[in-house]
């Protein structure tokens, strides 16, 4: 073990390294294929959740009619072909591990995790309307001839065979009515599937284990899922204790005690809700103990998502999941699972009749003890009339190619102070940062973080409101002053028709959104410059294009231009920012 090896061990923990390491042993001495059976066996698929007789009989929905015709919408983005066969020739999936990725394996895995399912189903319960049901037939049949048990690659990940699982249990239960469709061969052939994806769960489930994430819970609902749809299973009873167990745990460990999930994301907030969710429909007494912890949970994204458009802070990965669609509200609305857990979890009422704020900000603060994705201390989110207006970057693409590899995790594109240039943590692999740091609340408008005290800079953000807008001071506290440091403060704003103005040491900026004008002033108290990109490019003189500067992802492989505003200088003290942002 390498010395990186040894802090990776240190600071995130010596068992999920040991759980890692077991994994990677299974995978190279062929164990997992040993403990996967050559088939699964078949029994009858039982009822596991209610289903409403009181669902409006109105027209179907236009994102069914898009299926029909082959096209689904990649997490939440624009229309593309249905594609379920993965790249030949098919190999055992324990083989994939080793061989290099010639594209990003998520865009085979999201058509193959059968979200499209639902709007189906929703279609075919609205309308009894078979060709709905036909629909998931056909596309299941395609999967199960390009996919035989445990070979492709959309085998490879216990966390996609679980998602998939669930998404058949809900077909097979919501199109069982279909009297044509459905038929008996076609039943037991989704139930033989539904067993061959469960048993493909616990040999894993120790990876599961070591990443501690999304992973565990949505595989440990898998297999509890399976238990309760396949109840006369030889291993049914193995899959509910495990099923259960492991819900338990992540029920217990996986929320802090302001409610935020385990991965810092709102995206990620979502999928823990939306497992949950279904974990409590299908079981709805068994984890009657973790309401508290789940209102919390829903409170948290509530608190972070924006009560005029739906639309959440775009804090940490966002890789474009949307595991449980129950209505047709767009992939960016949070509304429906929200209005679901207040429900489900008495979060609060379902639809406040108070006035909703006009503007809102999110500072971000926090001591993690467990592995961030984003290197975003003291990232402050704007929202201005139902406007995202200072932006959290995004995730774009996890694999891409360079600078497109996981580029936007930086604190160098989020709206936070960098010293030197540097990160505020070190960057330990793609997915991986060490040396976390922390932030902290000083007072209920300010926070500090010390992400640059091993270079004896503290960084201090006051957020004050304005009638109109926001005042943000942003201090470089020096404890070894005399010692010269780069300081450099970031916006990334929305991309709006500007105006932009030269300051003494900052600058003017005027956007025009739709609703009026919104004046940005920044300016330091030392000599700086400023920069202005946008989509890579500089707005301002002819500086060197910066790829990743001055763009905003909503969803997983979708970027879009944004503004890019910083301001730069050097010193060797204390020095401080002013950010104000006012309407009119």
């Not at 209610?50 to 939440?76: C, H, M, N, Q, Y």
């Not at 944004?562 to 009119?584: K, N, P």
Request: aromatic share 12%.
């Amino acid at each position: 073990m390498n010395f990186a090896s040894l802090r990776a061990a240190r600071q995130l923990g010596w068992l999920p390294v040991a759980l890692n390491g077991l994994y990677q042993i299974g995978l190279k001495t062929g164990i997992f294929r040993l403990l996967l059976p050559p088939r699964a066996r078949t029994t009858p698929l039982a009822r596991i959740f209610p289903v409403s007789t009181t669902v409006p009989r109105d027209d179907p929905f236009p994102e069914a009619e898009e299926i029909l015709s082959g096209k689904i919408r990649l997490f939440g983005g624009d229309l593309v072909p249905v594609r379920l066969a993965p790249s030949a020739p098919l190999r055992h999936w324990t083989a994939y591990e080793s061989l290099p990725g010639a594209s990003d394996i998520k865009l085979i895995w999201e058509p193959a995790r059968f979200g499209f399912v639902f709007p189906l189903g929703r279609a075919f319960q609205r309308s009894n309307d078979e060709r709905y049901a036909a629909a998931f037939w056909r596309y299941f049949e395609e999967f199960e001839s390009a996919n035989p048990p445990y070979s492709g690659e959309n085998w490879m990940s216990g966390q996609e065979a679980g998602l998939r699982l669930m998404a058949f249990c809900y077909a097979g239960q919501l199109f069982a009515p279909a009297k044509e469709a459905s038929t008996l061969e076609r039943m037991r052939r989704l139930s033989a599937s539904i067993a061959a994806h469960a048993e493909r769960l616990p040999a894993t489930l120790l990876y599961a284990r070591a990443q501690n994430n999304n992973h565990l819970l949505t595989e440990a609902a898998a297999l509890y899922t399976a238990a309760r749809a396949l109840p006369t299973h030889p291993r049914a009873a193995q899959w509910h204790k495990l099923g259960k167990k492991w819900l338990n745990w992540c029920f217990a460990n996986q929320f802090d005690e302001d409610g935020e999930y385990i991965q810092h994301s709102s995206n990620y907030q979502r999928l823990a809700l939306q497992t949950a969710l279904w974990v409590f429909t299908i079981a709805p007494s068994q984890f009657d103990a973790y309401r508290p912890t789940l209102a919390r949970a829903a409170r948290w994204l509530e608190h972070h998502t924006d009560p005029l458009s739906g639309h959440a802070c775009n804090l940490g990965a966002n890789d474009g999941a949307n595991i449980f669609p129950a209505t047709s509200a767009p992939f960016d609305d949070f509304r429906p699972a929200l209005n679901a857990a207040r429900k489900q979890w008495a979060a609060g009422s379902e639809q406040s009749s108070a006035p909703q704020p006009a503007a809102w900000h999110h500072l971000r603060v926090k001591r993690y003890t467990s592995r961030p994705s984003h290197a975003d201390h003291l990232h402050l989110d704007l929202w201005l009339n139902g406007l995202y207006l200072t932006l959290d970057p995004g995730t774009f693409s996890y694999n891409a190619a360079p600078p497109w590899d996981n580029a936007l995790t930086t604190a160098l594109v989020h709206n936070t102070l960098t010293v030197d240039d540097l990160d505020q943590m070190t960057r330990a692999g793609r997915f991986l940062y060490l040396d976390w740091g922390a932030s902290r609340w000083l007072d209920d408008q300010t926070a500090e973080s010390d992400a640059y005290a091993r270079l004896g800079v503290i960084h201090r953000r006051r957020v004050e409101s304005l009638p109109d807008g926001w005042r943000v001071r942003d201090e470089a506290l020096f404890t070894r002053p005399g010692v010269p440091h780069q300081l450099r403060l970031h916006w990334l704003l929305a991309d709006l028709p500007w105006q932009f103005s030269l300051l003494e040491n900052g600058a003017a900026l005027t956007l025009q959104a739709l609703f009026g004008a919104i004046a940005i002033k920044i300016q330091a108290d030392f000599p700086a410059q400023v920069s202005l990109f946008r989509a890579g490019e500089s707005l301002l003189t002819a500086a060197p294009a910066d790829p990743i500067r001055g763009w905003f992802s909503p969803t997983y492989t979708a970027k879009i231009p944004a503004l890019s505003l910083a301001l730069t200088g050097q010193c060797d003290h204390s020095a401080a920012f002013i950010t104000t942002v006012e309407r009119g």
